[in-house]
């Protein structure tokens, strides 16, 4: 992939490094159906009363976020109501909100339905609100995270369903724990050196699909890992990890998104042990 230009060169008109607006290429958006998992079916999609239904991909946030349209200028934090919501009916005896319908299909599986959302199944109801019209346009994202350096693997991969490059991370004793895909093929040229990381979030995917190989899950084409020799899963029930960001420092404590990747969860709390504060435009 490579970088946008803005129309303008004007500062403000400066397309950030961690939007997908910023990039041009393949933009693989299934990777955004974590933030989906409340969502069971739609109405093009046949209705979940069968055994087999897709595994849970989840997302998890990590880090307060805040965004500003400068450096100095005020900065706003970034409100997800979503995991209130979803941890709000881990409880199964939580009421269903105004609006929603709490049922219970063939396999004693409670999900949800809303009355203004016809031919929609969801695992647990979400705010529905209205927006009200205003865009933000800030360039900024600012954090305070853990962070850590990596090696990389000198051999270089391709993903399994995009062809994308990426590169295998490994830990002080060489053992593969992790992955990071790279925008361009051009990255490869660094595999020698360390891969500066910080975490944007956490995240988990039921591995369980019938038996099969990992090579057949509904999300293989998302998880390059899955695709490496030495990779395995010490809980073949759930993968946890940790979704990771590669930057390079612009200035002092502003950064540039380079490549984004995953980090088992035993091994990223084992390694991030330091936290940084962070800006990223």
Known sequence: MERRKAVHLAEEAV?????WVSWRGNVQSESWQSGHDYLITQQAEPKHDSAEIHPRWST??????QHSATLTS??????????EWRRRFENETAAAPAGWRQQIDAHARRFFTHDDIPGHQFWYPIPIGVGDGRASRSRYLHCKTRHAKLQAHPKPYRAFASACV????QDADGSVIGTLRLNSSDRMERTEESWGLIEVSSGSVE???????????HFADVFDEWV???????????Y??????HVEWVAPGVASRLAVGRVEKLAWDRLALEEIKVSIG
């Open 60 to 65: 998890f946030p990590t880090v307060q976020w």
């Open 207 to 217: 591995l369980r699909h019938s038996g099969k190989d990992l090579l057949d899950h």
């Open 74 to 83: 005020t900065r706003y934090p970034i409100h997800s109501q979503g995991p």
């Open 240 to 245: 946890e990890y940790y979704n990771v960001m």
């Open 15 to 19: 397309l950030p490094s961690w939007s």
């Open 166 to 169: 990426f590169v295998a991370l």
């Open 228 to 238: 490496l020799p030495s990779w395995k899963s010490e809980n073949k029930g759930v």
